[in-house]
């Protein structure tokens, strides 16, 4: 009798396991239905954020015990889209506890929220839903993968290897300056925000007293450079390097498109400013600090000049940069290198009388090439359109901050917004709420992608499954 109810519990206790197993399974099937990759990522993004805006207005996030709605949002979504721009000073307004909220949204952000969500899947022992795979593929990899979770773990190893080391690097450094608590702090701060491309420092001028010190500068721009180049980057280093083999085409083009624009940019800085801004420096320092400014300008947004002071031609030199950005499957925005690269080697090949994009012996598929031209031409045109609705509703309100170079700040302010960088001539403490929300758009559209946003907004693709007939234009 005792075995036989010891075998009815044993029973029942299973068909509830199955059972709750089934009903997990189906929830998850209702919550994917009709779901694209893109409205997963978009909205992973939005919960990310509106869950840190709440967090953010708790009395102990500040030291005043309050914050504004609006503030809170904008820093929420500029910690979530690893951009930088702050309305409130991080290190000042901000109490402990709100840093290292920031912090978690820096990383959440930084990483992908759909990251963390798989490995969620990973630990409860289920699979991952077909449409958060697409979306992890779209994100890390430039083909189909087979086990998504072998992605994860490296993304997640990557992140913890690179963040850990450059907090250790920091803390030597900066422990004979501050308490071993207070330096560790610092260090596990600034080395996720910089892996991160994020650019939140808890320093009010940012990075600018360090601006001659070589170990700080180096450790930072090795942090930025490793995550803007992506992760799918970073593994075949370490796996061509271990075993050999010759890099993709990808990751060829993604670290001599960083290379070149880092140098190229590097040069101009450094002529240009060698009288002005560096004129008082040594001339190792005057190298070091135009090749930090070139290095975050491609989407990390620390600094270590007065933004405010350069001249205009550095000024225009960091918005192109701000505009290309990182690379894709990184914690950067942007319209990223490869989309540069494509654009530059057609532009070439055009004017020699070649029809397609050709990269180290490689044609490119017309696909990808008309992909790129549509995400550079639409990234384009909602600049242009951010920029005049900018300029028309905050003109009143700035005209008597920067009278004389209200179109160039807004511009650099809107692009840095748009790359997810973070540098700013001192434009974004003194919007108004609408300015502020336009910037939160921005950032927001700039961290997801133009067109992850269009195919998330859109209620369904069009198939069309027919032409029109042609007619020739004459184009000059």
């Not at 075995?3 to 044993?10: C, I, L, P, R, S």
Request: charged content about 15%; overall charge positive; some cysteine.
């Amino acid at each position: 009798m005792v075995q036989a109810v010891t075998d009815g519990q044993k029973n029942g206790r299973e068909s509830m396991d199955t059972l709750g197993t089934a009903i997990k399974k189906k929830l998850l099937q209702i919550i994917h239905v009709s779901v694209s990759p893109e409205r997963v990522l978009f909205g992973s993004f939005i919960t990310m954020i509106v869950m840190g805006t709440l967090l953010l207005k708790m009395p102990l996030c500040t030291k005043l015990g309050h914050i504004d709605t609006i503030d809170a949002l904008f820093t929420a979504t500029s910690a979530v889209c690893v951009t930088g721009l702050i309305t409130v000073d991080t290190g000042g307004f901000f109490s402990p506890f709100g840093q290292v909220v920031i912090l978690f949204l820096i990383q959440a952000g930084g990483l992908g929220i759909i990251t963390f969500s798989t490995l969620f899947y990973y630990f409860i022992g289920m699979d991952v839903p077909m449409k958060s795979k697409l979306a992890l593929e779209s994100t890390f990899s430039y083909r189909p993968v087979k086990n998504i979770f072998s992605i994860i773990k490296s993304v997640f190893l990557y992140a913890m290897i690179f963040e850990g080391i450059g907090a250790l690097v920091l803390f030597l450094r900066w422990l004979p300056r501050y308490s071993p608590g207070r330096a560790l702090y610092l260090s596990v701060f600034h080395s996720i925000s910089a892996f991160c491309n994020a650019g939140f420092s808890l320093f009010s001028n940012s990075l600018a007293d360090f601006r001659g010190d070589w170990c700080v500068n180096i450790t930072i721009m090795s942090l930025i450079v490793l995550g803007g180049i992506g992760f799918v980057v970073l593994y075949e280093i370490e796996h061509r390097t271990i075993s050999g083999g010759r890099f993709s085409l990808h990751t060829k083009v993604v670290l001599t498109t960083t290379a070149v624009l880092t140098v190229i940019s590097t040069l101009l800085m450094l002529t240009v400013e060698w009288g002005n801004n560096l004129s008082a420096m040594p001339p190792g320092d005057k190298i070091l600090a135009s090749l930090f400014q070139s290095v975050t300008a491609r989407t990390a947004g620390f600094n270590t000049l007065d933004i405010g002071t350069l001249s205009n031609t550095s000024l225009f030199l960091l918005i192109l940069m701000m505009f290309i950005g990182a690379s894709p499957g990184s914690c950067g925005g942007g319209i990223k290198t490869t989309n540069c690269a494509i654009l530059f080697s057609l532009s070439i090949n055009r004017i020699r009388g070649l029809v397609n994009a050709t990269m180290f012996k490689r044609t490119i598929p017309q696909e990808t090439v008309i992909h790129s031209v549509s995400a550079v031409m639409g990234s384009i045109m909602f600049l242009i359109l951010m920029l005049i609705v900018f300029l028309t509703v905050e003109e009143k309100v700035i005209s008597h901050i920067v009278p004389q170079h209200l179109f160039l700040e807004s511009l650099f302010e809107i692009t840095s917004a748009f790359g997810t960088v973070g540098l700013s001539m001192g434009l974004t403490p003194y919007l108004d709420t609408l300015g502020k929300l336009l910037i939160i758009i921005t950032m927001f559209s700039g961290r997801i992608g133009l067109l992850t946003l269009t195919y998330a907004l859109a209620r369904r693709r069009k198939v069309i499954r027919y032409l029109y007939g042609e007619e020739n234009l004459i184009i000059g």
